[in-house]
Every structure is written in structure tokens, then in C-alpha cells.
């Protein structure tokens, strides 16, 4: 089992930062590919990017490349997603997602991930 528990939510004017932390708990956490997703008010929630185990791959959403970078810390157990020059549609909870690979690999896809944290809002106002 990995529990997952994301911080660094808030609000925030357009044009700002925030930086997302993704705390991970049992098992190895530099097994697990790393995921971010969000899900706004009446719409599904939607991948905005994902890091493999060893930090070499990543990948992020069309909407938000150039403007989010993930990344990891391996020794402390931790995945971040720094968030920059925020728009209002950004505004949404964001959750963290988790999954054993036994290579190094790196998905966007929702039902790939089987541990999920219980996710943090980020609301960016105009």
C-alpha cells in the first residue's frame, strides 16, 4: 500500500506560482510512477503530468507545458508539480496518483494509476 497526501494548495492571483507536494508512505517510493491530475467544477478530471521512476521521462498536458514542471525527490519520498503563471482555468483540485511499474515508465492515462491522494484546490482568480 502507498498513501499519498498533497499540500501546497491555495489561492493565488493570474500570473502566479505554487508549488504542489506530493507526499508518498510504504512502500519504495522510487518504483512508483508519479502522476498529476485535476478535476474542475462539473468537468472530469484530466491528466496534467506524470514523471517516471527515475525522473528521466516526463511528460505534461498540452495546457500547461511551458507553464508546469513535475518532478521528484527519491529520497524524500516526494513528487512535486511547480505551477507557474497561472490562469483561472486552472483553478481545480488537484490529486496525485501513484503506481508500481517494474520499468522505468511514465503514463498519462487515469486507469493506470491504483493509489491516489485526496487532493488539494488551487484556485486562481482573475
Known amino acids: 500500500q502507498v498513501q499519498l497526501v498533497e499540500s501546497g494548495g491555495g489561492l493565488v492571483q493570474a500570473g502566479g506560482s505554487l508549488r504542489l507536494s506530493c507526499a508518498a508512505s510504504?512502500?519504495?517510493?522510487?518504483?512508483?510512477?508519479m502522476g498529476w491530475f485535476r478535476q474542475a467544477p462539473g468537468k472530469a478530471r484530466e491528466f496534467v503530468a506524470t514523471?517516471?521512476?527515475?525522473?528521466?521521462?516526463?511528460y505534461c498536458a498540452d495546457s500547461v507545458k511551458g507553464r508546469f514542471t513535475i518532478s521528484r525527490d527519491n529520497a524524500k519520498n516526494t513528487a512535486y508539480l511547480q505551477m507557474n503563471s497561472l490562469k483561472p482555468e486552472d483553478t481545480a483540485v488537484y490529486y496525485c496518483?501513484?503506481?508500481?511499474?517494474?520499468?522505468?515508465?511514465?503514463?498519462?492515462?487515469?486507469?493506470?494509476?491504483?493509489?491516489w491522494g485526496q487532493g488539494t484546490q488551487v484556485t486562481v482568480s482573475s
Open positions: 496518483a501513484a503506481r508500481y511499474f517494474s520499468t522505468d515508465y511514465a503514463t498519462a492515462l487515469e486507469n493506470d494509476y491504483n493509489y
Open positions: 510504504g512502500r519504495t517510493f522510487s518504483s512508483y510512477v
Open positions: 514523471i517516471s521512476q527515475s525522473g528521466g521521462k516526463t
